[in-house]
């Protein structure tokens, strides 16, 4: 089959399958014409390698365990065993994230703060000015003109 209709029947973009040959996933012939022709056993293949990505498998994981897949000596234990330690990767991820998380809605709340405090000083600093232009003072919370 044509790239296209490989493409069509995966779900897998041409761009995507032209990479995964670049990179020796997948392998194609060459008809006389110099278009790739894949074999009926890539559509399987290539739908192994999209799912494992949509797992987030890198590729290189990916190119280990394809061997094993295209020969069938790729147990159910060892596809087990592998995505139970994605799980355990996500895991590790969604806690540092989480952390990161916490981290910044607390630096948020201190910017928040420091932004008060800051409007804070500036309107005070507005009301003794004002105070100040109209030749008043304060005194025990009266004001009193300034001789």
């Known amino acids: 089959m044509k790239v296209s209709e490989l493409s069509r029947r995966s779900g897998v973009s041409v761009f995507r399958l032209r990479h995964y040959e670049s990179l020796g996933l997948i392998h194609a012939e060459r008809s006389s014409a110099g278009y790739r022709q894949f074999a009926e056993r890539t559509l399987r293949e290539v ?3 999209a799912m494992s990505r949509d ?3 890198p590729l290189r994981e990916i190119a280990d365990t394809l061997p094993r897949y295209r020969a069938g000596t790729l147990t159910f234990d060892q596809m087990i065993d592998v995505i139970e330690r994605r799980v355990a990767e996500v895991d590790r991820d969604m806690a540092a994230l ?3 998380r916490r981290k910044l809605v607390e630096h948020v709340d201190w910017l ?3 932004k008060r ?5 500036r309107a005070q600093s507005k009301a003794s000015t004002a105070w100040g232009a109209a ?3 304060k005194t025990k919370g009266k004001a009193k003109v300034r001789a």
Request: no cysteine; aromatic share 10%; glycine share 16%.
């Open 135 to 137: 030749g008043l003072s």
């Open 55 to 57: 797992l987030g498998f």
């Open 117 to 121: 405090e800051s409007e804070a000083r």
């Open 112 to 114: 928040a703060q420091r």
């Open 98 to 100: 989480g952390e990161t």
């Open 47 to 49: 739908i192994f390698i």
